[in-house]
């Protein structure tokens, strides 16, 4: 397998709210922001192909994966997928087959190569005022994205590919209204730049790495 020219490297963006930003234009996403960033670091990496919904779960991003048949091979492909399974109580197991089954279609798409791919961890939305106002219990939500993310890092690890976790970052000033868009739950374009900027150093390593020497 040969190694994309990061002149027309081209990048993958799969996930659900968080990937296509709720309420953010499309430059203000993390996945945009990481586009723009790495080119000004000198990697002209293209905006990416965006397969996320807001609401959508692991299966549903699944789906939308199949009805969209992306054409591989990606020099980057990110995933952030998971805070719907949370919010709709399903089991824990059922996440970690079906993120699975997705980050093995991720590295597919990716040339079969887990050094293209980067996961983010799944951000805490239950310090937001959309879940205080709804009766959420946010000691329960931060538990159960915490196992949920668990799963993930592992999965992860067992097929070699980058974690990064911005569940802290989410969680540090992250019910503030400047970090919110106007619906109280999902981030603002200043707080996907601070997601972008953790996995900035990153995807830039992994595209360095996956150049010829």
């Known amino acids: 397998m040969n190694a994309i020219d990061t002149a027309a490297a081209r990048y993958l963006a799969l996930g659900d709210s968080y990937t296509i930003g709720e309420g953010v234009p499309a430059a203000g996403t993390w996945p945009f922001q990481l586009a723009a960033a790495l080119r000004a670091q000198g990697v002209p990496l293209a905006d990416p192909q965006v397969i996320a919904t ?52 991720a590295i597919a798409l990716a040339d079969e190569l887990p050094a293209r791919v980067l996961v983010l961890s799944i951000p ?65 374009a200043q707080m996907y730049r601070r997601w972008m900027e953790v996995a900035l150093p990153v995807a830039r390593g992994l595209l360095a ?4 020497q």
Do not use: K
């Not at 109580?89 to 087959?97: D, N, T």
């Not at 067992?158 to 911005?166: K, T």
């Open 124 to 188: 805490d939305w239950g310090l937001t005022p959309y879940a205080r106002d709804n009766g959420r219990d946010a000691a329960q939500v931060a538990q159960d994205i915490d196992d949920f993310n668990a799963a993930a890092r592992a999965c992860c690890g067992d097929y070699g590919v980058a974690f990064v976790d911005i569940t802290p970052v989410s969680r540090d000033g992250g019910d503030q209204p400047a970090m919110l868009v106007d619906d109280g739950l999902h981030p603002s």
């Open 209 to 212: 790495a996956s150049q010829p």
């Open 54 to 105: 807001t609401g959508w779960t692991t299966d549903e991003l699944a789906a939308a994966i199949d009805e969209a048949a992306p054409q591989g091979p990606f020099a980057l492909v990110s995933l952030l997928i998971g805070v719907n399974n949370q919010y709709r109580g399903r089991p824990l197991a059922e996440y970690r087959q079906q993120f699975e089954q997705l980050l093995q279609r």
